[in-house]
């Protein structure tokens, strides 16, 4: 995904990020004398971060007072200024978002190193940043719980869906809020007002803000493009590099992911788009750090930039040595600087890493050439439009790496038969409208607060609007808000062309490309069902041949009773293959039996006997396994994720025992 969340993470966190509250000192003790900011004036910057977290100074007595209106001591002061060290309880999307803003972390002591002065910053600093992030992702969940209640006033499941989102930054929400939100019979006319009123206050506290020189408050006037919310006024392009090393291995990956591209049209294709005036094709800089887990790589528009998570390519690069080393050689590249120096002597490593993520490289690509040729990310990181992921991206950039998959199918089936994103390809095969809806249930899933399409921002910008002509009814607000609107409109004219623009593109795709992909690939699926059965796994022959009825009953209708035929055949093979099959894990069998289960519910049919024994057996197994592995977890959040899905597979075969001995661990600890 291109980085429309974690791009922002100074203002927002996309996933959930929170202030790490064990990074706030401890009480000052009775004897420690408070602190005079007269008498030992602060530095400018490190002010304002204490002004931002809400400490408050009284310029008569030179006392600092804290955000509990306590005086603040000298020792709190001093343990505050003290580098920050703590890095591990930062949350990983935290940690890619100082990434995305030009910081940088040194595992080895859990610095925070400034991108200009390349030195520690402080826990006071560090504290604020966090900080920043937890409030930024407060306003963007408003915005988006203010739209639901607002678009849907009187549904139930709406007002759950925004207790859920309010949730994800609980602990910086106003309380009144979420007494309101977790009081389980509250009317959803109350929790809208509540929302609605939460919604504006955070407005107008970002309506002040401005991260431009640092945390700090500052008034929108003095702006020549000022932000709606919670935005810094113009972006500044922020550099790419920290130093030379990393710009050294930026520039031979780049020329790495040329040549992986160019071996295939598609790649070709988005390559041509980075040409600059003298036919020079020109990738944005491609930086080699450490990111979110869940991620191989994300296009950050902030710094026009190609990150590529370094564990991926450590995970790569380890495979080659004997197991015996890879422990040691795993501590030895773990070193940033050890591994860059590895991937410049070792261009063989490097194409092998590209090689074999080509398809994520060339989807954040896609989403770089739709920031290139448009505006839409620019007006969103000015604040003229909402920080969303607009889903009509996303299909855009999964068709291109689909397109791509299609002609390595068709030049060799063996490179893509193993590859995770066939999948996603097939299903745009089978119906292009399939292929965008599984997209964009997985966003929606995952990232409820940011996924939107083109007509919910569009939505989204309307109600803000909304609420700025509202804030302008204050005559001290009036100018600000008026300043803000300029701005709104020109975003919303930069949307309207998005819309066109993506309607223009997919219509001309479907007409002339499309139905000649769909024929090619119809034709290549007997050969991935060759590879899937000499490889033993007939699991996967039984799934293609599902996806094959599909687009045989849009194409080749003639070739759809042979088809049906062939599966109910396989279906009975594969359910009597399944429990005998050694190498399959717990969860490959869960995969193929509610695939299954599905086959025989969609055709309306009873379900085999055999089936049946293998349902009880195979939930009966889940339902053991997630609750042990639920009474051996210690994180809460993954314990409970281990009882639901214990639960879920007890209540699949309605077995009382079960439930009753997972009820019993839920109230155990």
């Given at each position: 995904?291109?980085?429309?969340?974690?791009?922002?993470?100074?203002?927002?966190?996309?996933?959930?990020?929170?202030?790490?509250?064990?990074?706030?000192?401890?009480?000052?003790?009775?004897?420690?004398?408070?602190?005079?900011?007269?008498?030992?004036?602060?530095?400018?910057?490190?002010?304002?971060?204490?002004?931002?977290?809400?400490?408050?100074?009284?310029?008569?007595?030179?006392?600092?007072?804290?955000?509990?209106?306590?005086?603040?001591?000298?020792?709190?002061i001093s343990s505050l200024l003290q580098p920050f060290t703590s890095?591990?309880?930062?949350?990983?999307?935290?940690?890619?978002?100082?990434?995305?803003?030009?910081?940088?972390?040194?595992?080895?002591?859990?610095?925070?190193?400034?991108?200009?002065?390349?030195?520690?910053?402080?826990?006071?600093?560090?504290?604020?940043?966090?900080?920043?992030?937890?409030?930024?992702?407060?306003?963007?969940?408003?915005?988006?719980?203010?739209?639901?209640?607002?678009?849907?006033?009187?549904?139930?499941?709406?007002?759950?869906?925004?207790?859920?989102?309010?949730?994800?930054?609980?602990?910086?929400?106003?309380?009144?809020?979420?007494?309101?939100?977790?009081?389980?019979?509250?009317?959803?006319?109350?929790?809208?007002?509540?929302?609605?009123?939460?919604?504006?206050?955070?407005?107008?506290?970002?309506?002040?803000?401005?991260?431009?020189?640092?945390?700090?408050?500052?008034?929108?006037?003095?702006?020549?493009?000022?932000?709606?919310?919670?935005?810094?006024?113009?972006?500044?392009?922020?550099?790419?590099?920290?130093?030379?090393?990393?710009?050294?291995?930026?520039?031979?990956?780049?020329?790495?992911?040329?040549?992986?591209?160019?071996?295939?049209?598609?790649?070709?294709?988005?390559?041509?788009?980075?040409?600059?005036?003298?036919?020079?094709?020109?990738?944005?800089?491609?930086?080699?750090?450490?990111?979110?887990?869940?991620?191989?790589?994300?296009?950050?528009?902030?710094?026009?930039?190609?990150?590529?998570?370094?564990?991926?390519?450590?995970?790569?690069?380890?495979?080659?040595?004997?197991?015996?080393?890879?422990?040691?050689?795993?501590?030895q590249l773990g070193d940033p600087k050890k591994l860059a120096d590895?991937?410049?002597?070792?261009?063989?490593?490097?194409?092998?890493?590209?090689?074999?993520?080509?398809?994520?490289?060339?989807?954040?690509?896609?989403?770089?050439?739709?920031?290139?040729?448009?505006?839409?990310?620019?007006?969103?990181?000015?604040?003229?439009?909402?920080?969303?992921?607009?889903?009509?991206?996303?299909?855009?950039?999964?068709?291109?790496?689909?397109?791509?998959?299609?002609?390595?199918l068709m030049k060799d089936a063996e490179s893509v038969a193993w590859?995770?994103?066939?999948?996603?390809?097939?299903?745009?095969?089978?119906?292009?409208?399939?292929?965008?809806?599984?997209?964009?249930?997985?966003?929606?899933?995952?990232?409820?607060?940011?996924?939107?399409?083109?007509?919910?921002?569009?939505?989204?910008?309307?109600?803000?609007?909304?609420?700025?002509?509202?804030?302008?009814?204050?005559?001290?607000?009036?100018?600000?808000?008026?300043?803000?609107?300029?701005?709104?409109?020109?975003?919303?004219?930069?949307?309207?062309?998005?819309?066109?623009?993506?309607?223009?593109?997919?219509?001309?795709?479907?007409?002339?490309?499309?139905?000649?992909?769909?024929?090619?690939?119809?034709?290549?699926?007997?050969?991935?069902?060759?590879?899937?059965?000499?490889?033993?796994?007939?699991?996967?022959?039984?799934?293609?041949?599902?996806?094959?009825?599909?687009?045989?009953?849009?194409?080749?209708?003639?070739?759809?009773?042979?088809?049906?035929?062939?599966?109910?055949?396989?279906?009975?093979?594969?359910?009597?293959?399944?429990?005998?099959?050694?190498?399959?894990?717990?969860?490959?069998?869960?995969?193929?039996?509610?695939?299954?289960?599905?086959?025989?519910?969609?055709?309306?049919?009873?379900?085999?006997?055999?089936?049946?024994?293998?349902?009880?057996?195979?939930?009966?197994?889940?339902?053991?396994?997630?609750?042990?592995?639920?009474?051996?977890?210690?994180?809460?959040?993954?314990?409970?994720?281990?009882?639901?899905?214990?639960?879920?597979?007890?209540?699949?075969?309605?077995?009382?025992?079960?439930?009753?001995?997972?009820?019993?661990?839920?109230?155990?600890?």
């Amino acid at each position: 995904m291109p980085l429309f969340f974690l791009h922002l993470l100074l203002l927002f966190s996309l996933f959930h990020s929170r202030l790490s509250y064990s990074q706030s000192p401890s009480p000052p003790s009775v004897s420690d004398a408070p602190y005079n900011f007269k008498k030992e004036p602060l530095k400018k910057k490190d002010r304002g971060s204490m002004e931002f977290l809400g400490y408050r100074f009284d310029e008569k007595t030179g006392i600092i007072l804290s955000p509990t209106n306590q005086p603040t001591s000298r020792s709190e002061i001093s343990s505050l200024l003290q580098p920050f060290t703590s890095i591990e309880e930062v949350k990983p999307e935290s940690r890619t978002g100082l990434i995305t803003v030009g910081y940088r972390i040194d595992y080895q002591t859990g610095h925070i190193l400034d991108p200009k002065t390349k030195k520690p910053i402080n826990r006071l600093e560090a504290t604020a940043l966090l900080y920043s992030f937890a409030l930024g992702n407060k306003h963007l969940i408003l915005e988006r719980a203010h739209h639901l209640s607002s678009s849907y006033p009187d549904s139930s499941s709406v007002s759950d869906m925004v207790r859920e989102l309010l949730s994800r930054e609980k602990g910086v929400m106003p309380q009144e809020l979420m007494s309101v939100a977790d009081t389980a019979k509250t009317n959803s006319a109350n929790l809208r007002q509540q929302v609605e009123q939460a919604y504006i206050h955070s407005t107008q506290f970002w309506d002040g803000q401005s991260f431009s020189d640092g945390i700090k408050k500052s008034n929108l006037l003095t702006r020549s493009s000022p932000p709606t919310a919670p935005h810094p006024r113009s972006y500044p392009k922020i550099p790419i590099y920290f130093d030379e090393t990393e710009k050294k291995v930026g520039k031979v990956l780049s020329q790495d992911i040329t040549t992986r591209l160019s071996l295939n049209p598609v790649g070709r294709e988005l390559l041509s788009k980075f040409k600059d005036r003298f036919g020079r094709i020109k990738l944005p800089g491609v930086l080699v750090t450490w990111i979110d887990p869940r991620a191989g790589a994300i296009y950050n528009s902030q710094s026009k930039s190609l990150i590529v998570n370094q564990q991926y390519i450590l995970d790569g690069l380890l495979s080659d040595f004997p197991e015996k080393d890879r422990d040691k050689m795993g501590q030895q590249l773990g070193d940033p600087k050890k591994l860059a120096d590895y991937l410049l002597k070792n261009p063989k490593a490097r194409a092998r890493f590209v090689t074999q993520n080509d398809v994520p490289i060339l989807h954040e690509l896609t989403h770089a050439w739709q920031d290139k040729r448009g505006h839409l990310f620019l007006e969103m990181n000015r604040g003229h439009l909402p920080g969303v992921d607009p889903l009509e991206s996303e299909y855009e950039a999964f068709l291109n790496q689909s397109r791509y998959i299609h002609y390595q199918l068709m030049k060799d089936a063996e490179s893509v038969a193993w590859n995770r994103y066939l999948s996603t390809y097939l299903s745009f095969m089978v119906d292009f409208d399939l292929g965008t809806e599984s997209i964009h249930q997985t966003y929606s899933r995952d990232w409820p607060e940011g996924a939107a399409t083109f007509a919910t921002t569009d939505s989204l910008q309307t109600e803000r609007l909304g609420v700025t002509r509202r804030l302008m009814e204050d005559p001290n607000q009036r100018v600000i808000q008026q300043i803000k609107i300029r701005g709104m409109k020109h975003g919303t004219r930069v949307l309207q062309e998005e819309k066109s623009d993506y309607k223009r593109r997919m219509d001309q795709f479907l007409k002339t490309e499309y139905p000649q992909l769909r024929q090619e690939a119809y034709a290549q699926i007997p050969k991935l069902s060759s590879i899937y059965i000499n490889k033993g796994r007939l699991d996967y022959t039984f799934s293609l041949l599902r996806l094959q009825l599909l687009l045989a009953k849009a194409i080749k209708p003639q070739d759809v009773s042979r088809i049906e035929k062939d599966l109910g055949t396989n279906a009975l093979i594969v359910t009597d293959w399944l429990p005998r099959d050694s190498s399959l894990t717990l969860e490959d069998k869960l995969g193929s039996l509610h695939n299954l289960l599905d086959y025989y519910d969609q055709k309306k049919e009873p379900r085999p006997k055999a089936l049946q024994d293998l349902r009880f057996s195979l939930c009966t197994q889940a339902a053991n396994t997630y609750l042990d592995s639920a009474h051996r977890e210690t994180d809460p959040k993954n314990r409970s994720v281990y009882m639901d899905a214990a639960e879920f597979y007890a209540k699949e075969i309605n077995d009382t025992k079960l439930l009753e001995a997972i009820q019993k661990e839920r109230t155990a600890k």
